[in-house]
């Protein structure tokens, strides 16, 4: 069994804005195993983002990290909190160790600059190129690695020359240009177009295979869950709701809410029904409701539910619910 490369415990992430504190992540646990695919899912707003970015320590104000822990196993495997570094050594690591990438590879590009001298601006940050021409060198070998079609070409394009699915290509490819053992994919595909999609969603399975790569993808879409990811975690407006190996989440989802999400999700069986929405929204995190925060749209909300947070419990082999029906009173 391998061991957790990132251990998170308790986590929690609040933004103090003037309409008071929002609780956007609060008291989030699990770990990721190094070599696997793990998959935060959850709806818009119920914090993946939030706490993917929190494993670097990437929160700006007014957001702050107000506790918990981030243990990231080192190369010589020992346990750091990533939360106890100094920003030098975070920037140091965010790249070296972790890297990001976001849903928009337009964002992640400045205009102003060639795909090849963003390559060679990310290595050399980090100290892993001597020389501008070994960046080139190794910004093509790179691409090829990332299935550009005719690298030596497209490491001198500007990113306005390249489609949304080959700048996301470029992206990968500076994200693995320092060698990282953890890639983050937060939501990667959501602005490509659905031909685009597959391909960049094969293209991170087989880079996590051939590099051994530990993968955590951040998605609200179960169908790429159930396609990419070996764990999942479900979130539930910034509290975790469920968590076990992906098959066990869709034989046996455990939590209400998982229950809903999976209802969500266009069944092919069933292609001409309609999608069933989750009835509610999600609860302004500045005033969450009280106890489980999703009573307010669950069908079996009970007394207790309202008044008090339910504790994570192992049901079956390494997957753990928080919800009342599953305690034992
Ligand atoms: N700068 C900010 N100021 C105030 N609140 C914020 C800020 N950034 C995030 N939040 C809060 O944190 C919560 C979680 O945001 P996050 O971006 O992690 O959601 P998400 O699950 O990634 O959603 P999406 O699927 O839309 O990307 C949001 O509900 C939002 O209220
Ligand atoms: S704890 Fe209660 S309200 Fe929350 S999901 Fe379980 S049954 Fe529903
Ligand atoms: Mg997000």
Not at 60 to 85: C, H, Q, T, W
Not at 271 to 292: D, F, H, Q, T, Y
Request: aromatic fraction near 6%; include cysteine.
């Amino acid at each position: 069994m391998p061991e957790p490369i990132v251990i998170v415990e308790d986590l929690k992430v609040y933004f103090y804005t003037y309409a008071g504190v929002v609780r956007a992540v609060d008291g989030v646990s699990f770990e990721i195993y190094e070599g696997e695919t793990f998959c935060i899912v959850g709806e818009t707003g119920c914090g993946k983002s939030v706490t993917s970015r929190a494993l670097t320590k990437l929160i700006d104000p007014p957001g702050r990290i107000a506790g918990g822990k981030v243990l990231f196993k080192d190369r010589s495997g020992r346990y750091i909190n990533m939360l106890e570094l100094d920003e030098e050594t975070l920037r140091e690591m965010r790249g070296k160790e972790i890297a990001y990438i976001f849903q928009d590879p337009a964002a992640a590009l400045d205009p102003l600059y060639t795909i090849g001298y963003h390559f060679i601006e990310t290595m050399r940050d980090h100290g892993t190129i001597r020389s501008n021409k070994e960046g080139i060198e190794r910004a093509i070998e790179l691409l090829r690695e990332v299935a550009m079609p005719a690298p030596e070409v497209r490491v001198k394009n500007y990113p306005h020359e390249l489609s949304g699915g080959m700048k996301q290509r470029a992206v990968i490819g500076i994200g693995l240009s320092n060698m990282p053992r953890l890639l983050i994919a937060d939501e990667p595909t959501s602005y490509l177009d659905v031909s685009v999609q597959a391909q960049i969603l094969e293209l991170l399975r087989q880079l996590k295979e051939k590099r051994g790569l530990t993968l955590l993808m951040i998605t609200h879409d179960m169908g790429v869950v159930a396609e990419m990811c070996d764990r999942v975690a479900v979130l539930y407006a910034g509290h975790l709701a469920e968590i076990g190996p992906v098959d066990r989440i869709f034989m046996n989802p455990l939590h209400p809410y998982t229950q809903a999400l999976l209802r969500a999700v266009p069944n092919p069986t069933r292609r001409m029904l309609k999608l069933e929405p989750i009835p509610g929204n999600v609860p302004n995190l500045a005033s969450p409701p009280p106890g489980c925060r999703f009573h307010p749209r669950c069908p079996y909300a009970m007394d207790i539910c309202k008044r008090e947070r339910p504790k994570m419990i192992e049901v079956e082999e390494r997957h753990r619910v928080a919800c009342w029906l599953y305690a034992k009173r």
